[in-house]
C-alpha cells in the first residue's frame, strides 16, 4: 500500500476517514469486515491518485481529468473554468487540443491555475483555515 512509500497510516487515514487499525489490517493483506465497499473504493483512487495520476507522469491527463472533476462532479460549467482562467472557452479547448505542443511557460501556469481551482472545490474547512469555522459559530 502506499505507505511502502514511508507515508505515514495517520496521514492517509486524515484524508480518507479510515481508521489506522483498518489502514495497517489493509496494507498487511488482512481483509477488514470494519472498512465498507464506498471506503475500499474511496482508498484504492486515494492511492491511485497520489502514485498514479500524477502530474509529471501525464500532464494532459492529470489536467484534463481535474477539469472533467470540476465539471462532472462539482458541476461547474466548462465557460466558468475558462473565465476563471481568463479565457474564452474557445482558447481552453484549444489549449487542450494542442497541449503537448505547447512550451511549458505557456501550459504551467494554466496547469497551475486549474489544479487550484480544483483544490479549492475539495478543501476541507477542517485543515484549510485552521479555526476559522470553529470560531464562527
Do not use: W
Not at 22 to 34: C, K, N, Q, W
Not at 43 to 60: C, G
Not at 64 to 73: G, H, K, M, N
Request: with cysteine; net charge negative; proline share 5%.
Amino acid at each position: 500500500m502506499a505507505n511502502n512509500m514511508g507515508i505515514p497510516l495517520e496521514s492517509i487515514s486524515k484524508s480518507t476517514g479510515i481508521s489506522v487499525d483498518v489502514l495497517g489490517d489493509l496494507s498487511a493483506g488482512i481483509h477488514d469486515d470494519r472498512c465498507s465497499n464506498n471506503e475500499a473504493s474511496y482508498l484504492m483512487m486515494f492511492i491511485s491518485q497520489l502514485f498514479i495520476y500524477r502530474p509529471t507522469k501525464d500532464e494532459k491527463r492529470y489536467t484534463t481529468t481535474l477539469i472533467e472533476s470540476l465539471i462532472q462532479f462539482f458541476k461547474v460549467p466548462k465557460n466558468i473554468i475558462a473565465a476563471y482562467l481568463g479565457m474564452e472557452e474557445a482558447k481552453l479547448d484549444l489549449f487542450l487540443s494542442d497541449f503537448d505542443n505547447l512550451p511549458a511557460d505557456e501550459k504551467y501556469p494554466v496547469m497551475l491555475e486549474i489544479k487550484h481551482l480544483f483544490e479549492c472545490f475539495v478543501r476541507n474547512p477542517e485543515f484549510s483555515v485552521p479555526g476559522y469555522f470553529k470560531d464562527s459559530k
